[in-house]
């Protein structure tokens, strides 16, 4: 810890209100350690903002767009299915790539570790890890199944998918097949107005802040 007397301050980053709740409750535990900013200002400097691109059609254009706005260090939290993901984060300039499949202990101690200036890369994560919550949980969606329906919200091609989450254009098509067996939807355009009506549209356009 870069203080002693008081706890890192720490920013979740998302578009969505239900991610950043699931993220700080997985941390509330850990008070001593870590503080979770909230919608007030900090009253002192963020040490390390946690960077969930869950469903951002331009993860890499969001990290950019992070990174020349803070300070602060900056860890991406998503979910590493392919090396290159986690080679395009630290290639711009993250302090590394934390998995969502690791518990809040373990987003601790990589926290600490970024603000200390070591480099992250998530470790295994136990069996029944907690994650943080996510849109279309309480539906029944998978974390996976929600991100590539948002990202249909947003209207991007399932080629557009495949390529914002370093997904095969195969694995994209299996995520939307039991999706929609899940929504009780048969198209594109019933799967669109499923996720509308329970809270997948979201504005991309640049809109955090750090309160600094």
Request: net charge neutral; charged share 20%; aromatic share 6%.
């Amino acid at each position: 810890m870069t203080d002693a007397a008081q706890p890192l301050l720490v920013m979740v980053v998302n578009d969505f209100p239900v991610v950043t709740a699931g993220v700080a409750a997985l941390l509330a535990p850990y008070g001593k350690r870590v503080e979770v900013v909230g919608s007030e200002p900090p009253t002192r400097p963020v040490n390390v903002l946690l960077l969930d691109t869950f469903a951002h059609p331009d993860p890499e254009g969001r990290l950019l767009h992070v990174l020349e706005q803070t300070t602060a260090v900056v860890l991406v939290y998503g979910w590493a299915e392919s090396q290159q993901q986690i080679d395009a984060a630290t290639r711009l300039g993250a302090a590394g790539f934390l998995s969502k499949t690791v518990d809040g202990e373990q987003i601790v101690a990589a926290v600490e570790a970024a603000a200390a200036g070591r480099a992250v890369r998530s470790a295994p994560a136990p069996k029944d890890t907690a994650m943080a919550a996510w849109p279309g949980q309480g539906e029944g969606l998978s974390p996976r199944e929600s991100e590539v329906l948002s990202l249909i919200v947003s209207g991007l091609s399932n080629q557009d998918i495949a390529r914002s989450t370093f997904l095969s254009i195969n694995s994209v098509k299996t995520y939307i097949r039991t999706a929609y067996r899940k929504m009780a939807v048969a198209s594109r355009s019933q799967a669109v107005l499923w996720g509308i009506e329970h809270g997948f549209r979201v504005d991309h356009a640049p809109s955090w802040r750090e309160g600094r």
